[in-house]
Structure formats: C-alpha cells, structure tokens
C-alpha cells in the first residue's frame, strides 16, 4: 500500500506544480512506482512541466465519471522509468469532482503506486479541499516572502482542522545572496514562523525555467542546483536522512569588488 | 557593509526584520480569526459595558491579540478616569 501526498501552498505561483514534477521525477528515478495527480482543474500544467501534454485522451473527471478506467487515463512517461501522470481537466471546473469521489480515487491508486503525488490547486475552496480529501500527508511549499508565508499558515491551519499529519515544509525560491545581506528571510525565520517541519530548501534556479521551456524536469539535470535539492528531497521523502545542501555563498574578492563598484550578485 | 548603509543613508533595520515583524502580527490576527473590524466592534461593547460602572477614557482605550509565550492573549487596556473629589458611592 503506498502512500499519497498532497503538495499544496494557498498561494499560487510558488512552485507546487514544479515541486510535484520534480519530486515525483526524482522519486521513480529512485526505483519506485509514482502517479502525479493533477487536480487544478480548469488549469491544467502539471502536463506541460512534465512535458506529456500531446499524450492526454482521458483525465481525472474521465475516471471520476467513469467515462474509462484509471488505466486508459494514466499517461506512462517513458523516460523515467516507473512515472505515471493523471492529467486534470481542462474545460470543466473544480465542481466537477467532490471530495468522496477524490477519497475514492485516491484509495485505488495506492494499491498500485508506491507514491501518489496529488498537485493542489491555489486557493482554500473546493479544489484545496478535493486535493486533501484522500491525502495521508502534505508538502507545504513556501516562498520567503510575507504572501506566501502567510498563506501557507492559513493551509497549516485547514490541514489541521481536518486532521492530517503534521505537514511538512519544502522552502522554494530562496536566494542566499538576499539572505545575506538581509533582505530576504532566511531557513531559521521560516520554520519559527510556520512552527513545522522542514523537509528541504529549493534555491532560486534559473535552470527551472529551461527545464521547464523543455519539459522536462530540473532533476534530470545534473548541473542544476534546484534539482540537485528536489533530488534530496525525494530521498528524505523515502526515509533517507540527508543534510541540507550548502546554499551559503562565499564572500571572495571579485564578489566583494562587484559590491565596491556597485554590482549586485543575482 | 554597515559602513556602506550608513553612507547611503539606508535604513538599519533589515527588511527581513520588517518582514517578520509584519507576518507575526498579521498571523496573529489570523490564527485567532480576529479582524480588526471585529475588535472595532469588541472594543465598542466594551466601553459600553465598562461605562455602566466606572468612568473610562474611551479615546485611550485599546484592544489587542498579542502573542504570549506559548498562547494567544486578548488584551485590553482599559484607563479609568479618577477624581480627586470622589462622591460617595450610593
């Protein structure tokens, strides 16, 4: 019986969709069987990040309706090895499926997947809370800014009130330059605030828009640092302890001669 | 780098600070589910209330949620008029 994760954030535009392929990437690269679920229905982009938007026939409303079988919905990804995707619809809306139905959904796949990753729409309304319906745990994703971080503790709070486990936190998008000199908050400020805990920090990554310009997720690539950090956090989902990559930037002489003539490192 | 915000004229405090300080105060507020409108209304009952018995000074009066160690408090400050010439009490 495997286990299903809902990777979710209140906000949008913060990385759950980039957080969802990339972690469910790296956790087939890893040698287990993973389905990505996209719930945002009506916007749909889980498909296009994974780069198998041209292989969708059936979709999550399909399966709830029982137009076809999970089966016929599920789009293998050849690419990597044992990664399945459940693609949401793209003209109906979050009406269309109810949390029973989810709950439901949700209890078939994990008899067949080792990970279920589901995909939550932004927002706290019907979407929000199909996406939770059928979750065993939840990835909290949190950008160091006063928007997201504030949202985020609005969802802590509903994961609460519905009785899940204690959510994790995956920090994306944090710039140890703007940390440094102040301007951003850091890892520490975070968890204080939020009060759970962390499951990993992403850097802020050019790599992730080229990765997805091409559909295909940043944890292919070896060079990308955001990869590298989805890759660990894929192994500490699995159980595995690995510290935190050092994301402390060091203070050479060209770095200290680009501040004195006025260069800001980005 | 000090040196240089001092030159620029920049402000001390980080904007991370700002930042923290601005989100603790607003999930305050949220966590509780306390609006500001809503103690608006709290802190007009209140003087109400307050001013069957004793003479209050509505224009200092203030209400709060702050964040204690481990709980969230509502506190009120409430100052009361004094007189030196007390009538007495009937």
Redesign the interface.
């Known amino acids: 019986m495997g286990e299903v994760i809902v990777v979710t954030s209140g906000k949008g535009g913060v990385g759950k969709t980039t957080t969802t392929a990339n972690l469910g990437t790296a956790l087939a690269t890893l040698g287990y069987k993973v389905v990505l679920v996209d719930t945002d229905i009506g916007l749909r982009n889980l498909d296009v990040v994974m780069g198998l938007e041209n292989r969708i026939v059936y979709d999550i409303v399909d399966v709830v309706e029982g137009v076809c079988k999970i089966k016929q919905a599920l789009i293998k990804d050849k690419r990597y090895g044992s990664l399945y995707l459940l693609p949401a619809a793209q003209t109906k809306d979050k009406t269309a499926i109810n949390s029973e139905q989810m709950k439901q959904l949700c209890g078939e796949l994990k008899k067949d997947f080792d990970y279920v990753l589901i995909d939550c729409p932004a927002g706290i309304e019907q979407g929000f809370k199909n996406a939770i319906a059928g979750a065993d745990k939840a990835i909290i994703v949190a950008t160091p800014e006063v928007s997201s971080v504030r949202d985020a503790d609005r969802i802590i709070g509903l994961l609460e009130a519905a009785e899940m486990d204690s959510p994790k936190l995956v920090i994306n998008r944090l710039r140890p330059d703007m940390v440094k000199r102040g301007d951003m908050m850091d890892i520490d400020d975070m968890i204080e605030i939020l009060a759970i805990d962390l499951l990993g920090v992403v850097p802020e990554d050019e790599t992730i828009v080229i990765s997805t310009n091409r559909g295909e997720p940043a944890v292919t690539d070896k060079n990308s640092k955001a990869g590298e950090a989805y890759r660990n956090i894929a192994r500490r989902i699995t159980g595995e302890n690995v510290p935190l990559m050092n994301l402390t930037i060091e203070n050479g002489f060209f770095q200290k001669l680009k501040k004195l003539i006025g260069l800001r490192d980005s | ?1 000090d040196i ?1 915000n001092k030159m620029f004229g920049k402000n001390n405090v ?4 700002v ?2 300080e ?3 105060l ?2 305050v507020h ?2 509780a589910n306390v609006s500001p409108q809503l103690l608006e209304t709290l802190k007009e009952e209140l003087i109400k209330v307050i001013s069957k018995y004793t003479e209050i000074d509505n224009s200092a009066l203030e209400v709060s949620i702050n964040n204690s160690e481990h709980s969230v408090v509502l506190v009120a400050n409430i100052p009361i008029r004094v007189r030196r010439s007390m009538n007495t009490v009937c």
Do not use: G
């Open positions: 780098m240089f980080s904007s991370k600070t930042a923290k601005r989100l603790r607003v999930l949220d966590r």
